[in-house]
T-cell receptor, first 112, second 111 residues
Framework: QKEVEQNSGPLSVPEGAIASLNCTYSDRGSQSFFWYRQYSGKSPELIMFIYSNGDKEDGRFTAQLNKASQYVSLLIRDSQPSDSATYLCAVNRSGGSYIPTFGRGTSLIVHP | GAGVSQSPSNKVTEKGKDVELRCDPISGHTALYWYRQSLGQGLEFLIYFQGNSAPDKSGLPSDRFSAERTGGSVSTLTIQRTQQEDSAVYLC?????????FGSGTRLTVV
């Protein structure tokens, strides 16, 4: 079982819709969770981080964490074509490690 | 600088040659990471530096790979006797607290 799993997609949504991206992780003791966006040919850029169970909102983005079920999700409201990218989930290992393990990413396509 | 700087941006080398990749982290960031990303693949952890502590080298794929960080700032990743499977984008990231800031990467091609 991979440590951090994401559906590779592509996930295709129409402009203006809500895009829902999901990530599951295997290390129950994980403490820190991150979402990165990576445009083709570019390096990953941080969108959000979340540490506590529940929702965290930042503009059009909402991160949701459920530690009991070991999943973290990212919702993008009012999706725009410029949101088309690969979204990477990253999870810090437990035990005080600060080394994030990345999922392989979900490709999102927002079509006009 | 304002961001994480990596050089060179592209490197083409012949199989068997040694290469050095450089990373200049954000000033004041104590943590520095090296990852590599092969085409269509996720990010593979290579090595982690935190302040003056011994680096975590658990991700280095072979003893051909080594890295150092001088003065708690600039880091160099060295790959000796390069092989074609070493071809990838090598990404450096630095961090102080929340989140990790990536450089633009070095695209290494071994021919």
């Amino acid at each position: 079982q991979k440590e951090v799993e994401q559906n590779s997609g592509p996930l295709s949504v129409p402009e203006g819709a809500i895009a829902s991206l999901n990530c599951t992780y295997s290390d129950r003791g994980s403490q820190s969770f991150f979402w990165y966006r990576q445009y083709s040919g570019k390096s990953p850029e941080l969108i959000m981080f979340i540490y506590s169970n529940g929702d965290k909102e930042d503009g059009r983005f909402t991160a949701q964490l459920n530690k009991a079920s070991q999943y973290v999700s990212l919702l993008i409201r009012d999706s725009q074509p410029s949101d088309s990218a690969t979204y990477l989930c990253a999870v810090n290992r437990s035990g005080g490690s600060y080394i994030p393990t990345f999922g392989r990413g979900t490709s999102l396509i927002v079509h006009p | 600088g304002a961001g994480v700087s990596q050089s060179p941006s592209n490197k083409v080398t012949e199989k068997g040659k040694d290469v050095e990749l450089r990373c200049d982290p954000i000033s004041g960031h104590t943590a520095l990471y090296w990852y590599r990303q092969s085409l269509g693949q996720g990010l593979e952890f290579l090595i982690y530096f935190q302040g003056n502590s011994a680096p975590d080298k658990s991700g280095l794929p072979s003893d051909r790979f080594s890295a150092e960080r001088t003065g708690g700032s600039v880091s160099t990743l060295t790959i000796q006797r390069t092989q074609q499977e070493d071809s990838a984008v090598y990404l450096c990231a630095s961090s102080l607290a929340d989140g990790y800031t990536f450089g633009s990467g070095t695209r290494l091609t071994v021919v």
